[in-house]
């Protein structure tokens, strides 16, 4: 891979690094990362547009996508497409407080004022999770058809649990979208695909960059964590008040931050990387344990508004009975 950094872009690398599980190659001012093209073009682009913004705003550890010496923001070795990712300043200072960090994070990047399509949720979560909801259902279907294994009899028994809390999120999203009780802090922002605490690392990945309601990284950060085994429930309020010190939460947003903890987004992920994996005695196992996890989630699910100190009565915030 030196030998492509060389020709494509006349890049001298002196050391290999490896960081969060990737290979990359330092020359005197620079980290350099090759990256699999796996997306289509516009997606790659758009993500790309969102780094270099970001990099002017001052999160110098941005990875961004830089041209070849052709101009090409691609280059082809070995029948694959890659690109390469270029980072000025590996960050090590975490001393800024999480909730507060995300909350500037939004804040900055509420200003951008493009909204990309391909990379964009923001509005669409009812769509997307219907269409989600469908395609894995009929994918399973024909997977266990052809693979009459443990992992998938499981999977198969599991999977109606799954559509019915799919549904109570959907219909919670849904009656959501009738509450007026929005202010600016519900405008999109940017966001990472499944964010656990990106912030806090020493990259800003592009290929994780997303454009969403600022509440869709709050979720997920929230959903990692009450997937724990142990946690600590002072550490999810603490996150959540630390972020609402300059980004107050709209009773809008309560509400979408629920029914995204609702749907079992976790599930699916896990189900999908399942369909690229032959190892279905690990998967069955795995599946197991997610099984149980997902009993203490819901207990933990329960219990947001309480912990949080949130109302939910006064705010006319639905709950989900059988949450708890």
Not at 65 to 81: A, M, Q, Y
Not at 183 to 208: N, S
Not at 269 to 291: N, P, T
Not at 301 to 311: A, R, S
Request: proline letters at 3%; a negative charge.
């Amino acid at each position: 891979m030196k030998e492509l950094l060389l020709v494509n872009y006349n890049i001298h690398v002196t050391e290999q690094v490896r960081i969060n599980e990737r290979e990359g190659f330092r020359d005197r001012d620079y980290t350099y990362f090759i990256i699999s093209a796996t997306n289509k073009e516009m997606i790659h682009l758009e993500q790309a547009a969102l780094a270099y913004y970001l990099a002017e705003i001052g999160y110098n550890q941005t990875a961004i996508p830089i041209p070849t010496l052709g101009n090409s923001w691609f280059v082809e070795k070995d029948n694959n497409h890659y690109f390469v990712l270029r980072v000025a300043d590996i960050q090590c200072d975490k001393e800024v407080t999480h909730g507060n960090k995300l909350a500037e994070f939004h804040n900055k990047t509420a200003a951008y004022s493009y909204e990309p399509k391909e990379i964009s949720s923001y509005g669409q979560w009812k769509n997307l999770w219907i269409n989600k909801l469908t395609a894995f259902e009929r994918k399973i279907e024909q997977e266990a058809d052809s693979n009459q294994t443990k992992y998938y009899r499981l999977l198969a028994d599991v999977f109606p649990y799954l559509i019915g809390l799919s549904e109570n999120a959907i219909q919670y999203l849904q009656e959501s979208e009738t509450d007026k009780r929005f202010h600016q802090g519900d405008q999109g922002v940017f966001a990472f695909r499944r964010y656990k605490q990106h912030l806090l690392e020493p990259v800003i990945w592009t290929d994780d960059l997303a454009y969403d309601h600022p509440t869709r990284d709050i979720a997920e950060f929230i959903r990692y964590k009450f997937l724990e085994d142990q946690l600590d429930m002072t550490e999810v309020s603490s996150f959540l008040k630390d972020y609402q010190e300059s980004r107050p939460l709209s009773v809008f947003s309560w509400r979408l931050l629920y029914a995204r903890l609702v749907y079992p987004i976790h599930f699916f992920d896990f189900i999908e990387a399942g369909f690229h994996v032959d190892d279905f005695q690990r998967k069955y196992l795995e599946l197991k344990q997610f099984v149980r996890k997902q009993e203490l989630y819901e207990k933990r699910l329960g219990t947001l508004f309480e912990v949080m100190d949130v109302d939910y009565k006064r705010y006319d915030l639905p709950i989900i009975k059988w949450l708890g």
